[in-house]
């Protein structure tokens, strides 16, 4: 018989007995089920024992918590520390016998077993009876006991176990626990885990070095599972897996202590011990010890799944898209094949394909658990490709039509859906495949390109460099020709590349073509032709021209008119009209015009452009002292050999004034109105007048400044010869200067010998200042100089800005001086001093005088002093005496007082 806390050396078997009294959330939990045995304590709640508060010696509860039942006690939840589990709270009877009794069957002879439990001692301190319990199993054979000596009031729980050995033939036993000591105050205990179980020899097992802990699920393997010691004589071992919570044995091959066996191949964890027990008990879970548990993870494979198209084109980017689900551990490698010898270790991996055909794709993936998966397929199918092509018309030249033709193919089973064109930077779609024409404007290389689809949405494309040729660039001359003339046609075309160029001309006059380049050619009779050129050049390429082409008569007549020839002023232009004609048919084609024949003979105005009624303009040099006549010549041509007759006409060209106006220099706006002085000094003795024209000016010439305000202004100055009407006009500038702007206060007052800033408030550029007269002025040249009263003066400030114009303003200044009161006077009507006359008061404006008797009482008040007082009040004369006086002349002086005597 053994009696001792844990020895974790030996092995336990699965509890026969296990009475943890269960949890719940109410405070109590009913009383002890017959099940976990029985006691001879009555059972205590707040409902069986109201108002009681807590067992009383000999009663037990059922509790989750001694928390408040007994101040005494300690507060306590189960030994596991789960605040609803349930422990068997005891209050010892005040004798010592037994509280708790159960009986444990089917054992087996001669199996040694342990009986224990936790108990706590939860009185709060060491001064009452600690508790001592009893442990006693009863046999057929006898009886064994084991105390468990005074339980300390540490708050702590105490394993207590005890073990022994069934005698033979003994399957049943009785389990007791018994108080020792008296009750009364202390011996109050808890007791948790009551557990009765099979005891032996250690048995401890361990995976094999060469087994993992964690495998993975799908892949077949052995587990093996190492003992530390084999069974001894007359022992058996075996395996066993815990499924769905129940220890069930498994057929494991042994190998003195190895034990092997095949590996779940479903991801889950798994538990596994070794039991050990008498080869006749082996059977018996009452009577066998286990080892440590074995736990074996197998871990789930990832499961690869992917997405992607079921068909596709040959070099275009295919996406994969991984589906894989990790089952755990996130999916940490994939493994691709796309049937064509490539592969990939992306998780959404990009793939083309070079050739059509049918692919199948593979995928296995692994997780971070080193775990792969199976490995799943998927066809692909890639679709064999269109075939772009097209033609093109020939020759291809600028700024002409060249038809496009299509000339795709498509696969076996397959259309072309679409076709989209790239030409010039322009996008096209066409898809009937059709022929059109494009016109490339200027000749150079053009890439064209063509991206044909199939109906199986498979692209080709193609570019051809088209080189497109110039065209020429047709140009010649149609020379003047009148009947008589060989005309010769100048060609001057041209052509980008210079390359070599054949013409062929076309006269209009139904006479044989040309093939030079420069052609002569004669016609037999005048009349309107079209002229034709066709050039064409090595390439092929060609261009038309045509040209309207006149074949004049012979005979040109000149003839001109000279508009308003009787008022031909030097200084205006001559205007000729044309009015030449050609006798038999057609147009002048040219006129030669000389203005000054007489003088100036070969001096000539030639126009290869004449029309009829054209105008044509000259201007004579001007003349002032008197009229001078020019020859005008016309000479009119209809071809280069048809020349007309001279026509000749003498014109006079009349004197205009010598206008003189001398520009007056600046002046300021408030200068007053100038006399302008323009004339005409031609010397020529001819009569006439002139006006003026422009802003602040009269017709007469008189300029006011003060009109047109400052800035500068053009005066127009008109001189006109009244005889011939001829004049002239000549402009000058005038500048008006601002003046400045001037403002002072018109009148201010100033004590007599007291001083005050005056100042002018102008506005202009670069002011100057100046007072007069300058007596009594701190300083005259200043905008706000101090002055000091002396007496009554007016000053004049004149302000100058900086272009030397002036502005003035006055002020007068009032000296007030200082009042003097006579202090008697004799109001008696003798007109000597009948009145109070305080000298210089009157000149303080806004001033009061009050004067009262002897009382205090007012008799004289006045606001200004005007009126004298004259001795009364009320209508009737004061009395003889003395009056007093206040006096606020204001205007700066201070209030002053004093006494006036009335004497009668």
Known sequence: MLFSTPAFCQSLGDPIVNITFGTGSGKFGGRLPPASGTTTYTYYDDASFPGQGFPQDGQYTITNTSAGINQVWVSTSDHTGDPGGYYMLVNAANTPGIFYTRNVTELCAGTKYQFGAFIKNIFSNNGGNPPNVKFQIETDAGVI??????????????????????????????????????????????????????????????????????????????????????????????????????????????????????????AGTYNYRLISGLSANIDNSNCVVASNELVLTVLPQPIPAFTAPADACPGNPVSFRDNSVSNGAAVSSWLWNFGDGQSSNLQHPVHSYNAAGDYTVSLRVA???????????????????????????????????????????????????????????????????????????????????????????????????????P?????????????????????????????????????????????????????????????????????????????????????????????????????????????????????????????????????????????????????????????????VRMLAYSGSVCISQEKTENINILATPLVVFTQPAAICANNGPIQLNGHDESGSGIPG?????????????????AVSGPGKFVIQYTYTFSTTGCSNTISREVTVDPVPTVEVPGNITILEGGSRVITANATGNGLRYAWLPVTGLSDATIASPTVTGIADITYRVTVTNDKGCQQFADMVVTVLKTPLMPNAFTPNGDGINDIWEIKYLDSYPGCTVNVFNRYGQKVFSSIGYSTPWDGRANNGNLTPGVYYYIIDPKNGRKAMSGAVTIIR
């Open 471 to 631: 065209l020429p660039v047709i140009d010649f001359d149609t020379p003047p020709t009148c009947i008589s003339d060989n005309t010769i046609f100048t060609n001057r075309t041209t052509i980008a590349d210079n390359s070599a160029l054949t013409y062929l001309w076309n006269f209009g006059d139904n006479t044989p073509v040309s093939t030079a380049k420069d052609p002569v050619h004669k016609y037999q009779s005048t009349g309107n032709y079209t002229i034709t050129l066709t050039v064409s050049t090595a390439s092929g390429c060609s261009e038309t021209k045509s040209k309207p082409f006149t074949v004049n008569g012979a005979t040109p007549v000149a003839d001109f008119e000279v508009l308003n020839k009787n008022s031909l002023c030097s200084n205006n232009e001559v205007v000729i009209q044309n009015k030449s004609t050609v006798v038999e048919f057609g147009n002048v084609t040219r006129i030669d015009l000389y203005y000054d024949y007489g003088n100036t003979p070969t001096l000539v105005e030639t126009d290869n452009n004449p029309t009829p009624g054209k105008m044509y303009g000259h201007t004579y040099p001007q003349t002032h002292a008197g009229n001078k006549t020019y020859k």
């Open 367 to 469: 997780n971070g658990n080193g775990c792969s998966s199976v490995t799943i397929t998927q066809p692909i199918h890639i679709n064999a490709l269109p075939v772009a092509a097209f033609t093109i018309s020939n020759p291809a030249c600028a700024n002409r039509p060249i038809v496009i033709t299509d000339a795709s193919t498509a696969p076996s089973g397959t259309t072309v859906q679409s076709r989209v064109w790239e030409i010039e930077g322009v996008t096209l779609n066409k898809a009937d495949g059709q022929p059109f024409v494009h016109t490339f404007a200027a000749a150079g290389t053009y890439a064209v390109k063509l991206t044909v689809t199939s109906s199986t949405g498979c692209p080709s494309t193609t570019t051809q460099q088209i080189v497109v040729k």
């Open 689 to 705: 007048s002139g006006i003026y024209t422009g802003t602040g000016v009269s017709q007469a010439g008189l300029f006011d400044p």
């Open 145 to 266: 006991q084991y105390d468990t000596g005074n339980i300390p009031a540490d708050n702590t729980w105490h394993a207590y176990t005890m073990e022994f050995t069934t005698p033979a033939n003994a399957g049943t036993i009785v389990l007791k626990m018994i108080n020792n000591g008296p009750g009364g105050y202390g011996n109050d205990l808890a007791i948790d885990d009551i557990t009765f179980r099979p005891y032996g020899a250690p048995v401890q097992v361990a995976f094999d070095q060469s087994s993992s802990t964690q495998i993975c699920a799908g892949v077949p393997q052995t587990v093996k599972i190492v003992s530390a010691t084999a069974a001894s004589q007359g022992y058996s071992q075996k395996v066993q897996q815990k499924v769905n919570g129940v220890w069930t044995d498994i057929v494991a091959t042994v190998n003195g202590t190895q034990y092997s066996f095949a590996a779940p191949l479903v």
